[in-house]
């Protein structure tokens, strides 16, 4: 691997070993609130919230993409980044807290109001975090990331919990998230030097620069979040709380897996973005190295929701079990297609991912309104896959032309996962025939156990064999057996030692 992929490589390590660990803390939180919350706690707050992802889209300039990409940025860029975020953050909070009276209204739920007057200081409070942080990718130093943000996630994870356990209602979600956003603001000088000043000096520099991000955060948030307002104002807040769930649960690949490792690929695209020949071998690399997780993780998440959700959530739950299969399959596609738009953004194509952005919201829609109409939540969890399947063709096209790649190299890089991860699905569907479980949560516990062990040994033992009779080609599974086995040779010399 060239130096540059290495510096990719060991960033994705660190990243996605934090979300690996976030996602421990994340499912442990979860499991506990859901067995101590009902369904209509989580669908009040998420309401809330819808509201509150519409207007970080005024505070979403991504200055963080522009100074990442613009090797040149100094100390005017950082502070004039800053002063925007604030003096926006504090005009959002305002908006937001004139909303809830609104808001309650439009949802015929009074309780709302209270919870977005308490959120919104919690919006106003984050324009304040340092801008400094922000150096830490730029300079590809993902060890002080990893402190940064795991610290962040630790300290939400120890106020919520007890909050939950000693008020048992969705009073624990909003005060849990206050004390989160402060935290983390407190925190963002503690661990960065960095002290931004007021100043407006490269205001038109940084939104000439992110213009079209603006324009692609706007989609962005159609796209993910356009189906809370439908599902919450026709089916309400239980509804909405089963879709919530599911959605968060089906798309783990993408947002827990996937998402560390593009965070880190970007700042290594831009430093290589004039190089195309080198550009398109690292985004090879990437696409692999998230086809080795992301397949395997969806995939599985399929051939075990209905162990998995009345074991781990409850059984109040088990609505949801369909929804999140489709969904499941959803978050692997979306895996698979994010990456891509990184490569746009390094090279200043930032209009690429606007469009593709624009395209799959006009597909989402065509689907997502019959089908939440006649099939409710499991309707919109088909129109967001169907949204994923047709732009699949109009996404790999263009990729291939922009980094003249042929259309079926990309996809050559996720064989050897896909079949190992079918594999697995097919090993944990014999298991699982070979007994008749009592609707008991021990017994569901046991199997997805079960389950969970033998879908691993089978899809490594299958994707190293299929590997091998490669012939052992360079890339993230050389990457990974070398270091599996160096691991074991170790162990192998203290036992014998």
Same mark, same amino acid.
């Given at each position: ?12 390590a ?24 009902v ?24 200055f ?16 004039t ?5 604030l ?39 984050q ?18 990331e ?7 996630r ?6 919520t919990?007890?909050l ?83 959605f ?64 781990? &959530?409850?059984?109040?739950? @088990?609505?949801?079990? $369909?929804? +999140?299969?489709? /969904? =499941?399959?959803? #978050?692997?596609?979306?895996? !698979? ?11 200043g ?58 259309? &079926?190299?990309?996809?050559? @890089?996720?064989?050897? $996962?896909? +079949?190992?991860? /079918? =594999?697995?699905? #097919?090993?944990?569907?014999? !298991? ?31 994707l ?34």
């Open positions: 691997m060239k130096h540059i992929d290495k510096q990719i490589a060991k960033g994705a660190w990243m996605v070993a934090f979300k690996l660990i976030d996602r421990s803390m994340g499912l442990v939180s979860t499991v506990v609130l859901a067995r101590l919350l369904p209509a706690d989580f669908g009040l707050v998420a309401m809330a919230m819808v509201l509150i992802a519409a207007l970080q889209l005024l505070v979403s300039f991504s963080d993409v522009a100074l990442i990409q613009n090797r040149n940025a100094g100390r005017e860029q950082f502070d980044a800053f002063t925007i975020n003096l926006f953050a504090l005009g959002a909070g305002l908006v937001l807290a004139a909303l809830a009276w609104p808001a309650a209204q439009f949802y015929a739920e009074p309780r709302l109001e209270l919870v977005i007057y308490l959120l919104a200081a919690g919006f106003a409070l324009g304040a975090s340092n801008i400094g942080p922000v150096m830490f990718r730029r300079e590809m130093r993902f060890d002080r990893f402190k940064f943000l795991f610290a962040k630790a300290a939400n994870l120890l106020v919990l007890p939950a356990f000693w008020l048992q209602n969705y009073w624990a979600l909003v005060i849990g998230q206050l004390a989160g956003t402060l935290f983390s603001v407190l925190l963002s000088y503690n661990v960065s030097d960095y002290r931004p000043r007021l100043s407006l000096k490269a205001k038109s520099e940084l939104f000439h620069s992110s213009k079209w991000l603006m324009i692609v955060n706007v989609l962005q948030f159609l796209n993910g979040r356009a189906a809370d307002f439908v599902v919450g104002r026709i089916a309400g807040t239980q509804a909405l709380g089963f879709y919530t769930i599911a968060e649960v089906a798309t783990l690949p993408t947002t827990q897996l996937v998402s560390p490792i593009n965070r880190a690929a970007f700042a290594g695209y831009a430093k290589v973005a004039a190089e195309q020949g080198q550009l398109r071998s690292s985004f090879l690399n990437v696409i692999a190295s998230i086809a080795l997780f992301a397949l395997p993780a969806g995939i599985g998440i399929v051939a075990v929701a209905d162990l998995m959700v009345p074991a781990v &959530l409850g059984w109040k739950w @088990t609505p949801m079990v $369909p929804a +999140l299969q489709v /969904l =499941a399959v959803f #978050g692997v596609i979306q895996a !698979l297609q994010t990456n891509i738009g990184y490569v746009y953004l390094a090279t194509r930032p209009q690429l991912v606007a469009l593709f952005s624009a395209l799959q919201f006009a597909a989402l829609l065509l689907f997502l309104i019959p089908g939440l109409m006649w099939w409710g939540v499991q309707g919109a969890a088909w129109a967001f896959l169907l949204s994923a399947i047709v732009m699949i063709p109009f996404n790999q096209g263009l990729l291939a032309r922009h980094l003249a790649l042929g259309y &079926l190299e990309s996809g050559a @890089t996720m064989v050897r $996962p896909l +079949l190992a991860a /079918l =594999a697995m699905a #097919g090993a944990v569907w014999l !298991l699982r025939r070979q007994f008749v479980l009592p609707a008991e949560t021990g017994a569901y516990l046991a199997m997805l156990a079960g389950c969970a062990a033998t879908g691993a040994l089978c899809y490594g033992a299958v190293y064999l299929l590997w091998r009779a490669a012939g052992k080609p360079p890339g993230p599974e050389q990457f990974l057996f070398d270091k599996i086995g160096a691991r074991l040779r170790r162990l192998a010399g203290k036992s014998q030692g």
